[in-house]
C-alpha cells in the first residue's frame, strides 16, 4: 500500500521559538518525541515563498534569475515534488489558513494550478473540513500551511492579549490546536498509520535584534536565529531518535521520495540529496535571490551563509562575518572582530587592550580554539566562493547578455566591521595584559 504524505508548515518558528513556548505545543511536542529529529536543520532562506520553492523543488537556484521578490517564479531546475507524486497516483492538495484572505489572499506561485487548486481561508473550520476531505482521498499527498503564527496574522489575537509576547503565544496555542485536531482526524478515519508526516519550520523571526531593518522581522539577512529551524518525520513512530547531521530545506523533497519509494532522478547538479542516504559537511541559506540587490531603503543585504557543525560565515556587501551559533544563536558576536585578515587570506589574531581573563582564556591562550576559527573559516570562506560562482554560472546561462547584480568583487576579503567600534568600545592598538584578574 502507497503511504499518504502530510507536510505540515511551521510558520515562522524557530528551534529558539519551539524551544522557549514549548508549553505553547503540547501536541507538536508529542508529535516530535515520536519522530526523527533532525536537530541540525537549517532552512534554506529566511522567507516563506522562498523556502516553500525550494523544498518543492530541491533546490535553492530556482528563483535567482529574478531581481524582484514579486516577479519570482520557479525556474524548474528541478520537477516540483507535488507534480511529481501526482504522476505516481497521489492526490495533491494545498490548505491555507489566511486570516487575512479578504483583504490580502495567499500567493500560490510555489503550487501550479495543474496540480491542484489551493484552497485558501480565513475561517479555521472551514480550512480543517477541506482538509478532511482531501485525507479521504487516497494516496494523499496535503501541504498545510497555517499563516495563524505569522507576526502580522497573530493581530487576530491582539484584543485578548496583554503583551505581544502573549499574542504570540496564543497564535502558537491555535496553530497546535490545529495539528492535534488534524491528526486526530486522520487517527479516526485509520488514515494516520498510513500517513508520513514531515514537520518543519521556514524561518524564525528576528524582533529588530540585528537592526531596525525597515521594521521587517524575517527576509533579514540568514543568522542563525532566523534559519535553524525545526524538522522531523513521522512514520507510525517506528523511527523516533535524534538524527544530528547536518540538513537542509533542499534535501527534504528527495527525502520524502525515497522514503515513499518513489524513484526520480534528478540532472541539476545542485539538488538536494535524500537524507536516508547522504550526509552533509555543510548547508547554506540565503534572504535574497542571487540577482536581487541590497535593499538600501531596508538596510537588508543580500547575504550568502554556509553551516557547518559548529560555525557558520555569511558573506554580503559589508563582508564578512563568522559566529559560533551553537554558543551564540543569535549572532551577535562577530568572531571576526578578533582578527585581521592577511593578504594571503587567513585570520591573524589581533591584542585587545585591556582584555580580561574570561576572554583570554576562551580564545587567546586556547590554540586549539584558535586554530579551530581559523581552519574553519578558511574551509567556510572557500566553499562560500565556490557557491557564489555557482550561483553566477548560473545566472548568466539563464539571463545571456541580460542584466546580472553581481556582488563586490573583494567581499570574500574583508571583514563586515560596521558594528566593530561598538563592540569593543575601545581602540585596537599596542598589546597590554590586564595587571590583575576579575572572575
Known amino acids: 500500500m502507497m503511504k499518504n504524505l502530510l507536510i505540515l508548515h511551521l510558520e515562522s518558528i524557530s528551534q529558539l521559538t519551539l524551544a522557549i513556548h514549548r508549553q505553547c505545543f503540547p501536541n507538536l511536542d508529542r508529535l516530535l518525541s515520536e519522530s526523527l529529529r533532525y536537530e541540525n536543520y537549517f532552512s534554506a532562506a529566511t522567507s516563506t515563498r522562498m523556502v516553500q520553492t525550494y523544498l518543492f523543488h530541491g533546490n535553492d537556484f530556482e528563483l535567482d534569475q529574478f531581481a524582484a521578490y514579486s516577479d519570482a517564479v520557479a525556474a524548474g531546475n528541478c520537477d516540483h515534488l507535488f507534480a511529481i507524486l501526482k504522476t505516481h497516483g497521489y492526490h495533491p492538495g ?149 538524527d544530528n547531521r547536518l540538513a537542509s530545506t533542499i534535501d527534504i523533497r528527495a527525502t520524502c521520495l525515497d522514503i515513499l519509494g518513489i524513484e526520480h532522478h534528478d540532472h541539476f547538479p545542485f539538488a538536494g540529496k535524500s537524507l536516508l542516504t547522504s550526509g552533509q559537511s555543510q548547508v547554506y541559506s540565503q534572504n535574497f535571490m542571487a540577482n536581487q540587490p541590497d535593499s538600501l531603503e531596508l538596510d537588508i543585504a543580500r547575504t550568502i551563509a554556509v553551516y557547518n557543525d559548529t560555525y557558520c560565515l555569511l558573506v554580503s556587501s559589508r563582508g564578512l562575518e563568522m559566529y559560533a551559533y551553537r554558543l551564540d544563536p543569535m549572532n551577535h558576536c562577530n568572531l571576526l572582530y578578533f582578527h585581521e585578515l592577511t ?85 585596537i592598538s599596542t598589546p597590554t595584559r590586564p595587571s590583575h584578574r576579575f572572575y
Open 94 to 242: 494545498l490548505a491555507c489558513l489566511n486570516l487575512y484572505h479578504d483583504q490580502v489572499p495567499a500567493k500560490f506561485s510555489v503550487w501550479p494550478k495543474s496540480i491542484s487548486v489551493p484552497f485558501d481561508s480565513a475561517d479555521p473550520e472551514a480550512v480543517m473540513a477541506e482538509m478532511n476531505r482531501m485525507s479521504d482521498e487516497r494516496p494523499f499527498a496535503v501541504f498545510f500551511w497555517n499563516l495563524i503564527s505569522h507576526i502580522e496574522h497573530s493581530g487576530v489575537y491582539a484584543y485578548q492579549a496583554s503583551s505581544l509576547t502573549h499574542r504570540l503565544q496564543n497564535a502558537y496555542r491555535k496553530a497546535d490546536e490545529m495539528i492535534g485536531e488534524l491528526l486526530r482526524q486522520l487517527q479516526g478515519k485509520g488514515a494516520l498509520t498510513d500517513t508520513l508526516v514531515v514537520v518543519y519550520g521556514d524561518h524564525g523571526d528576528d524582533l529588530w535584534g540585528h537592526g531596525f531593518k525597515g521594521g521587517m522581522v524575517h527576509g533579514l539577512e540568514p543568522y542563525a536565529n532566523m534559519v535553524w529551524t525545526p524538522f522531523a518525520i513521522w512514520s507510525g513512530g517506528k523511527n523516533a531518535g535524534v
Open 343 to 427: 593578504p594571503e587570506g587567513s585570520l591573524r589574531l589581533l591584542e585587545i587592550p585591556g582584555a580580561r581573563p574570561h576572554y583570554l582564556r576562551a580564545i587567546p591562550e586556547g590554540e586549539a580554539i584558535c586554530h579551530s576559527i581559523s581552519r574553519n573559516f578558511a574551509e567556510l570562506r572557500g566553499k562560500l566562493s565556490e557557491r557564489i560562482a555557482a550561483k553566477y554560472t548560473c545566472l548568466n546561462e539563464k539571463l545571456p547578455g541580460g542584466q546580472v547584480s553581481t556582488w563586490p568583487p573583494d567581499i570574500l576579503n574583508r571583514i563586515e566591521t560596521t558594528g566593530r567600534n561598538a563592540f569593543f568600545n575601545v581602540k
